[in-house]
T-cell receptor
Framework: EPEVTQTPSHQVTQMGQEVILRCVPI?????FYWYRQILGQKVEFLVS????????KSEIFDDQFSVERPDGSNFTLKIRSTKLEDSAMYFC???????????????FGPGTRLTVL | GEDVEQSLFLSVREGDSSVINCTYT??????LYWYKQEPGAGLQLLTY?????DMKQDQRLTVLLNKKDKHLSLRIADTQTGDSAIYFC???????????FGSGTRLSIRP
C-alpha cells in the first residue's frame, strides 16, 4: 500500500541552525501539507501546497519557514534559523486530486521529531 | 476563529463502550474526522463523516454528528487494550483544506 515517508525520523540541531525536513508524498498526489505537534499539544496546520505554490499558510508559518518541491517526488520544509520553540514533531501529508464532491483522504507520514538545543 | 475542543482523558473498563466527545466552532466544516495516535506513532485516520450525515457506523466504531450543536462523538464498542491511544477530533472545510485538530483525548483501558 502506498504511504507517505519522511526523513529523518529524528533531527537534533543547535539553535540558529537551518534544518530541512524531507517528505516523499504518495506518487499520484498533488496536494501537500505540513503540520506540527509540539509535545503534549494539538496537531497544528502549517502550510498547504498545490501546483507549485503555497495555497494556504497559518500564522505559525512565518518568514523562517519555506517549502519546496525540488523534484517530482520530494516535498521539503526548511526552517532557516531554528528556535527552541520549533522543537516538535513535524508531519507531512498528501492527498490526491480532488474531483468536486469527492472525498480524498490526507495521508500522513510518520513524522520527523525535531529537537532544537 | 476555528476551534475544536475535546476532553483530555477517558478511562474505561475493557469490554465496555468508550464514548469520546468533541465540539467544533466552524459551521462551514464539511468533513469531520477521528484520528488515532498510538505512542510514538503518526496519525491514523479512523473514520470521517460528511456534514450532511447524522451517523456513520464502521465495525466497532460509531460516529454521531449533531450539526445544530456542532457536536461530534466517537463510540468504540467492546473496547480492547489495543484501543489505548490518543484520539483526535478534527474538521475541515473540504477534503483538500487544512485540517483543524482538537487537543486529543487520551483513552486508557483498565482490566
Amino acid at each position: 500500500e502506498p504511504e507517505v515517508t519522511q526523513t529523518p525520523s529524528h533531527q537534533v540541531t543547535q539553535m540558529g541552525q537551518e534544518v530541512i525536513l524531507r517528505c516523499v508524498p504518495i506518487s499520484n498526489h498533488l496536494y501537500f501539507y505540513w503540520y506540527r505537534q509540539i509535545l503534549g499539544q494539538k496537531v497544528e496546520f502549517l502550510v498547504s501546497f498545490y501546483n507549485n505554490e503555497i495555497s494556504e499558510k497559518s500564522e505559525i508559518f512565518d518568514d523562517q519557514f519555506s517549502v519546496e518541491r525540488p523534484d517530482g517526488s520530494n516535498f521539503t520544509l526548511k526552517i532557516r534559523s531554528t528556535k527552541l520553540e520549533d522543537s516538535a514533531m513535524y508531519f507531512c501529508a498528501s492527498s490526491a486530486p480532488s474531483i468536486a464532491g469527492d472525498y480524498n483522504e490526507q495521508f500522513f507520514g510518520p513524522g520527523t521529531r525535531l529537537t532544537v538545543l | 476563529g476555528e476551534d475544536v475542543e475535546q476532553s483530555l482523558f477517558l478511562s474505561v473498563r475493557e469490554g465496555d463502550s468508550s464514548v469520546i466527545n468533541c465540539t467544533y466552532t466552524d459551521s462551514s466544516s464539511t468533513y469531520l474526522y477521528w484520528y488515532k495516535q498510538e505512542p510514538g506513532a503518526g496519525l491514523q485516520l479512523l473514520t470521517y463523516i460528511f456534514s450532511n450525515m447524522d451517523m456513520k457506523q464502521d465495525q466497532r466504531l460509531t460516529v454521531l454528528l449533531n450539526k445544530k450543536d456542532k457536536h461530534l462523538s466517537l463510540r468504540i464498542a467492546d473496547t480492547q487494550t489495543g484501543d489505548s491511544a490518543i484520539y483526535f477530533c478534527a474538521d475541515a472545510y473540504s477534503s483538500a483544506s487544512k485540517i483543524i485538530f482538537g487537543s486529543g483525548t487520551r483513552l486508557s483501558i483498565r482490566p
